[in-house]
């Protein structure tokens, strides 16, 4: 069953990357999972003063705002898919997980197969 790994950074550092893991972590972490053969998809996420955010109103108009306005201090950082048996095995390796450590948090979400 495919899993969404959803890693939420609780604090960055001056870079903009995960203030409690090194990049040796995830680069060790991106290896586990990818040798284990549980790899669906991954991404880490650019910089969030890059983001744009769309809302279209009733009226059906299109609004674009340049810039993060997160409503909470946490900030999502990337994600993984991965494929694993079950909920138990997910969650094993969320918290294997560089993001999961200290104020990080991973969110684990079933991705929905709406052909089953």
Do not use: Q
């Not at 959803?6 to 991106?30: K, R």
């Not at 053969?37 to 340049?66: C, H, P």
């Not at 138990?88 to 197969?113: E, F, I, M, N």
């Amino acid at each position: 069953m495919k899993y969404m790994l959803l890693i939420n950074a609780g604090s960055v550092d001056e870079n903009g990357g995960a203030a409690e893991c090194a990049v040796e972590d995830w680069m060790a972490y991106d290896k586990e999972v990818r040798e284990a053969g549980i790899l669906v998809s991954g991404e880490s996420l650019a910089d969030l003063v890059t983001a744009t955010t769309v809302r279209v109103g009733e009226d059906g108009k299109r609004l674009v705002t340049d810039g993060p306005f997160a409503e909470s201090r946490e900030v999502l950082g990337g994600f993984y898919v991965i494929d694993v048996p079950d909920l138990d095995a997910a969650l094993d390796w969320a918290a294997r997980c560089p993001g999961a450590r200290g104020s990080g948090s991973v969110v684990v979400r079933p991705v929905a197969d709406f052909g089953a």
